[in-house]
């Protein structure tokens, strides 16, 4: 089978189509939540909330399967950002504190795999997701979480755009800003749960962080941002998911999904940074 | 000598060293950035060992590698230091990911890497850290002082010729050298807490530099060593044990910090840092 083939007609088969669907869902969440990021300036708190949704995400799969990781991550990541909230202090920088504490959470997942019967699959499965062997079950979920963070940012889309360019002027406004920040965190950590089961605990940060720096390299105004983010999340996670196949059915390599999807994520990062080096050199 | 004393050797070593070294990352606030460089050393490992070059090199390289594209980077409008290390961040992971699939007979195991493997630490290892050591304690020796004074008084520093340039590339090597050698202990994931958190726990309990110069290396050690029984005698991850034994020390000491000046908390300005 050759990668065009690949790239088309693999995709009759149930379990592609399922791949792809829930890639797309979680671009399109991801991307427009990514944007906000980028302008935020939000990337170390997102990868430290991967980290710390994770031991969430494992405690609530040993004590009730896939509906107990949604609501583990879910208390995991509130809990993550009251605790940073709270223990941050000005006599060590942010920085050193939420690096503390997210490691702290993410090493307490750890525990709680390794005191788990299944941990060697089980660790491998949560932390780099399981991309073609997504169950029918497993895409619902998805789709739903997706569909909730999606929801959680447009329902505060006025006042996370006020946030991201004015702070000042939001809380002057009347806009709480903290109500604003832990609306935002929630909904990263709905797409982090969401995508727990397609790409993993650790890939989730290309699928979150890379269209919205993206976007921001090639485009200008505020809708455009939106629309580039989502529409390149959508671009590498087709292109991604068909590598992923050739290189497991035809090559027989054992690669998780997850990473070659990060992988185009991050080329087509690549390939908008020369673009933008380029046009920049020919413009001046 | 049984695997887990050489373990308890290697484990003290490797966290006073992160505590020493922490001091420096977190009064120059660089976490963040130690942060990336934990992560990136994976690719770098593997693309060394597929190479069938030493492991430590490979990630040095890396290291190397993600100076250079960062300071590049961080040029761009909208794309700040913090974009383009999340961005690099989850390259590495994602190339280290499918090199390893890809290459399914190399003997770079992935759980070990992100979560460590201390206790299958060799006497290669320990070489390793203790050459890193020595490294850290000269370069201190001969450029403590112009480190420290840069670390008071940024612009003083300056003023007297300190170029702000080259304690930062210092900074940075040394950084590098104890994020290389940590990665047996805690691995790519939870190195920081090791680097950061004994560091950041010193801070709390002391405003003396030179107190915090050899606090944060004790308490380092002490998380390797208590983390290390924790795990043997529960059967737990060493590597998560250690780590989460800093972080225990970190909020140790932030409550005592609380507990005996309360009004020294958030919204106050700091007290500087002593010598």
Known sequence: MNMIDALTTAFQLPFMMRALVVLLVLSLAAGFIGVFINLRGLEFLTDGLTHAVFPGLAAGFIVGGKDGALLGAIIAATAATLLLTWLSNRRVGNDATTAIVFTA??????????????????LEQLLFGHLLTVTEAEALTTIGVSALALAVVLLTFRRQLFRSFDEEGSAAAGYRVLLTDVALNVSIA????AASAAVGNLLVLA?????????????????????????????????????SFTLSVDAGFNVPGGATVALFFV???????LYRTVVKQVRT | MSYFERALIVTILIGSLAGLVGVLVVLRRRVLFTQALTHVTFPGAVIATVLGASMQLGAVLACLALVLILSLLGQLRGQGSQAASGVLLTAGFALGVVLQALNPTIPVQIDSYLFGSILASTWADAAYVVAGFALVLLALLIWGKQVLFFLFDHPGAMAAGISSFWVDALLLILATITVVVSIPAAGAILAIALIAAPAAAARHLTDRFFVMMWLAPVI??????????VSRSFGLSAGASIALMAAIF??????????????????????????
Do not use: D, H, N
Request: net charge positive.
């Open chain 1, 105 to 122: 959470l993410f090493s307490v997942g750890v525990l709680i795999v390794s005191t788990s019967s299944q941990q060697t699959s089980g």
């Open chain 1, 190 to 193: 709905l797409v982090v749960v």
């Open chain 1, 207 to 243: 699928v979150l962080i890379v269209p919205g720096a993206l976007a921001r390299l090639v485009a200008v105004r505020m809708g455009y941002l939106f629309v580039t983010a989502i529409a390149v999340g959508m671009l590498a996670s087709w292109l991604g998911l068909a590598t």
């Open chain 1, 267 to 273: 080329a087509t990062y690549v390939l908008a940074l």
């Open chain 2, 220 to 229: 380092g050690a002490c998380s390797g060593v208590l983390g290390l029984v």
């Open chain 2, 250 to 275: 970190f909020v140790l000491a932030w409550g005592w910090a609380q507990l005996r000046s309360p009004k020294a908390s958030a919204k106050t300005t700091p007290t500087a840092v002593r010598a």
